[in-house]
Structures are given as structure tokens and as C-alpha cells.
């Protein structure tokens, strides 16, 4: 067995990160690309640097038996047990897996079994969980955590919390999402996010197979659904969505787009699954539907796994957990604005046909494949109030683009190659990536104009990058970038007159103002020209801008004289174009062009 490039630069940067101080880590990869393999190999590659017991911990029991399986495999010389309901593990076992609800109680008896100060690894699994309270109650035990009093001004205490006990003890998270759905920070429990290995990524190296999105409107409106934690509230949700109707459209548009293939499809409840279920069978679709307490769970699973179901409609049992490769449609009939939710659901159907090594070195060599793609059908209801998940937004893109069965890889990069050759279009107005082209040449490509964000709270002249992030240029190629990070919150990095700095801040409008803040006290002589609106901008523009734009935009017609004469005439000579290119105009120009190319960070 042998691990791919990016499970060892994962496990690499573990041991990097840990050796630096740093022992409280995310480690953040998609679905499928074999988290398990990677924690699996922690035994190995710690054993000298940190002996002593390891645990992982996750909260189903599919999760469970599946780590307990894959460290056996790859440490056939180690004790591995499990620690859950009526499994008892030997406390004297080298790695221990656990369901964190036997574990993590509160006062559970379990915990007096074992030697907690024999432990200095610990892993958890889907590691956005770990703020819950049950992961906190192991994380103390593990004496990862430890109880800190608050006092009162009278020096009472108030109450306690958890805080980091700086114990030299390595806690390794794994996720395909760091963010918890209800807001709560991951940074409460790590420190620092050590290897990301993004959907896309492992989608251009052939780890795992693109998805082809489709988008099918209904005319439900979600405009009175209410919210809790961030996502639209499940009772009302499901009297929102389970309608006749809908599901109709939703059995219609699996037999239009994605017939034979094996389909899981997301609900909202028990009710809304048994629903859809019947409305795929009354077309003569062979579906049923799965809950978590479902007596038939176990059989149901497998007769979709042999085929003997087409279409499985789940409510709260797939999400997590659930591996099955077989799967080739996703069906999203619930509604949600959890990029979190979103991205477990969609991850699937992404996982590669078993025994196809890498896909790209599969279709190369002519392999013969059932499984190449995964489509991925949105259900999309109307709403004026909110944002919805789908698959362009796993992409970066804007959630409303209907990529009309193309692959979304494929169309994010057309789209990024698109928007650096026109830096100034705002490609998120876009909403049939088949009319790309179309739309490219129908908007006036020289009329620049800044995103509403920045003109409602900056004074700058600030351009979107091509990372979806945004940059303000000043002279010797030097700049100030913001960009949003894996913590939901954005990093402000900048070079100044030859000085690095460095900040974090928690909204983008807080950044912005601290960014500003910064150039106005360190770059006081250069806000003339950092400025949008100034007296200056509107005289002509000057030989070397129009030399540094002809470049810049090389082989394009210009609607203005970029020529290298000189003409006082309205109109040129040379090349017949108007003569009335402003310095703002062509310091805006060039600005958005140089913003929009692919540059690391300060």
C-alpha cells in the first residue's frame, strides 16, 4: 500500500506544524480522498517523536467501524479496539476508536477504565463537531482541555471553562468542512489549519470525479421560511417544500437528466423522504426512503448498493459517513444556505469507482469505467431573501449560474479564463455558463465600475482578484490584499515601502476599514493616487499608461486611442477611435487587470 502524494504532505505537515509548537490542528480534505488512510498512518510516522495511546473519535458508528477497519489494515502490528455501546476496549490498546456519545458524556462511567495520561494523540473525526459539548467532555478527559475558573471582581468564582491545558499532546482534526452550521468558531479548539486539500483540487487530479450540475426552478417561495442557527428552520421547511407538485418536478427532472443512474437524494424530514419516495414510484421509478431510526436501515442500503433501489431518498442518515461509490446522481430537494450541509451532501457521489486508481490515468489509458461523473440535479425555489447553496457556489461561483449539465470544474475554469482576459466584468451576472461567450461580448468590456461592497465602505480604488478576494495597488508593484479564509474570517496581508504586515479581522467590512487604515498611516504620500474620485483623473492619459494597456490587453479593440502618436483631434488619425482617455479611466484599467492575475499573498 502506498499513500498518495497528498496523504503524506498532509501527514508531513502534522509533524511539521506539531514540531513548531503547534499541537491543537485541522487538517482540512475533501470527501473521499481518505481521511481515514491519513490519521490511519499517525502511528507510524509519531512513533518515536510521540509514543503513547491514541484515540479517535467520531459520532457514527459507519464512521467508527470504518477507521477501526482501515488502522488495522495499515498497522497489522498494533492493538486496535473499539469503545462503544456494548463494545468495551482493552485500555491497554494502542489505538482506541470511540463514538463520542459513549465516551463524551457527562460523568459516564466508561472513562475510569482507562490511564487518560497514556494518551498523546488524539483524532477527531468530522471535526467540525468538536465545539459540541460532548467532544468538549473527551477533550478534558484527554487532557487536551482543561477547566479555567472565571472570577468576579471580588475574586469569586463565576463559573469555568475550557481552555488549551499546553500539554504536549497532539489533537488532529479532520474535516472536509471547518465550519459548524450554527457559527460557532473552530478556533476555540484549533489552533491553526495545517493542510487543505480542496474539492477542486482533488477533482483536477483525478482523486475524485467531477460533477455535472443541473438547476431546476420550481415556483415555490422560501420568502417566509424561518431561520435557526443559519439554515431555514425543518418544520417549516418541510410544510414549505413537501408538496405534490414539487416532488412531481423533482421525479420528472431525475428521469429527464440522470435516469439509471444510482441516486441519493437529500430531504428535509421522515415525511418529506416517504413522500418523494411514492412520487418516484408513482413514476415507475424503484425508490424507497431511509431515516435515521428506520428499522430496514440496514436493508435498504443494501438494495440500493445492489441496485435492487435506483433512487434512495434519506432524511439525516447519509450526510455523514456513508460511503458507496456506486453513487452517480445527488439530488438536492432540500433547500439549505449551509455551505457545510451543502458540501457533505454533494461529497457522495464524488467518491471514484473502486479499482480505478486515478481517474485521469484511468481514461488516458482507455480504462473501461462505469463511473466517470456524478451529476448533481439543485432544486431551486424562489427567494428574494435568501442565498442557496448549490453546486457553482462549491466553485466560488455565483449561486445562480445553471451550469446546464457541464461540468463544474470544466465551467470555473473557462469562467476564471474568461474574467482574467476581461478583468473588469463582473462574471457573476452570468446564468447560463452555455452563453458565456455571448455574455463576454455583449458587456461593454472598458466601463469599469466597483463592487457595491467596496463603494459602500471604502474610499479606494480596491479590485476584485481572481482568488475572490480584493487588492488595492500602490506604486513599486507593491499591495494590500484581502481575502477571505477557511476560519470564516479574512486576512489582510500587505508590502508597503519594503514592510510586511499581516492581520486577521472577523467581517470583511472590519478588514476593509483596518486595511484602509493602514495604507492612510503608512502610505500617506500615495493616496492621490489610491483614492477613486480625484481632481487628477480626469486629465488626458499619458503615453506610458496607454503602453502599459496595450499590453495589458493585448490583442483586444480598444473603444479609445491607445496609440503611441499624439493627437490633439477628437478623434485619431491612426486608428479613427476618440481621443478622450482620462488618467482615472486608464489607472482603473490597469488597476483591475493587474488585480485580476493570479498572484500569492504578501
Sequence with gaps: MALRKYQSETLDA??????????????????????????????????????????????REELIDQAVAKIREWNPSLLVDKEMAEHYANPMADVIVSSVASIGRKGTKRADRFDWSEVTKVVIDEAHHSTASTYQNFLELAGILVKKPILDLEGKVLKEELVPSGARKLLLGVTATP???????????????????????????????????????????????????????????????????????????????????????????????????????????????VWGNDPDRALKLKQHKAKEINVLCNCGVLTEGYDDWRIGCIILARPTKSST????????????????????????????????????????????????????????????????????????????????????IDMRKLRDITQLKAYVESVNLFDVSYPPEIENNSKLAWNPTADGGFALLLPNKERVQIKQNMMDEWDITAVIRGQKFRGVRPTFEEALKAADALVEKYAQNEMKILRRV?????????????????????????????????????????????????????????????????????
Excluded at 490587453?553 to 496609440?563: E, S
Design 179 to 289: 465550519a459548524r452550521g450554527d457559527g460557532k468558531a473552530l478556533k476555540s479548539v484549533y489552533e491553526k489549519i495545517v493542510y487543505t486539500y480542496a474539492m477542486r483540487a482533488a477533482i483536477e487530479d483525478g482523486w475524485l470525479v467531477d460533477l455535472r450540475g443541473f438547476r431546476v426552478n420550481t415556483k415555490t417561495s422560501l420568502d417566509e421560511v424561518k431561520m435557526t442557527a443559519g439554515d431555514f428552520q425543518v418544520d417549516q421547511l418541510s410544510d414549505t417544500v413537501n408538496s405534490p407538485e414539487r416532488n412531481a418536478i423533482i421525479a420528472k427532472a431525475w428521469h429527464d437528466n440522470a435516469q439509471g443512474r444510482q441516486t441519493v437524494v437529500f430531504t428535509v424530514d421522515i415525511k418529506h423522504a416517504v413522500d418523494l419516495a411514492a412520487s418516484f414510484r408513482e413514476c415507475g421509478i424503484k425508490a424507497n426512503a
Design 14 to 59: 502534522v509533524v511539521k506544524a506539531f514540531d513548531a509548537g503547534t499541537t491543537r490542528q485541522l487538517a482540512t480534505l475533501a470527501t473521499g480522498t481518505g481521511k481515514t488512510v491519513i490519521f490511519s498512518n499517525l502511528p507510524s510516522v509519531l512513533d518515536k517523536k510521540l509514543p503513547g495511546q491514541m484515540w479517535v473519535i467520531a459520532h
Design 341 to 424: 450541509l451543502y458540501t457533505q451532501m454533494v461529497g457522495r457521489g464524488t467518491r471514484l469507482q473502486d479499482g480505478t486508481g486515478n481517474l485521469l490515468e484511468a481514461l488516458t489509458k482507455g480504462i473501461a469505467l462505469e463511473k466517470k461523473d456524478c451529476i448533481v440535479i439543485d432544486i431551486c425555489d424562489s427567494t428574494s431573501r435568501h442565498s442557496l447553496q448549490t453546486v457553482p457556489t462549491l466553485l466560488g461561483l455565483d449561486s445562480e449560474l445553471d451550469l446546464k449539465g457541464e461540468l463544474a470544474v470544466k465551467s470555473a475554469a473557462a469562467i476564471e479564463r474568461a474574467q482574467e482576459e476581461n478583468p473588469h
Design 534 to 602: 480625484e481632481a487628477w483623473h480626469e486629465h488626458k492619459a499619458t503615453q506610458p499608461q496607454k503602453g502599459l494597456l496595450r499590453k495589458l490587453y493585448k490583442g483586444r479593440t480598444f473603444p479609445f486611442c491607445v496609440c503611441k502618436i499624439e493627437s490633439n483631434q477628437p478623434q485619431c488619425p491612426t486608428c479613427k477611435a476618440k481621443t478622450d482617455l482620462s488618467k482615472g479611466h486608464a489607472g482603473r484599467l490597469i488597476s483591475a487587470a493587474i488585480a485580476s492575475k493570479p498572484q500569492a499573498t504578501a
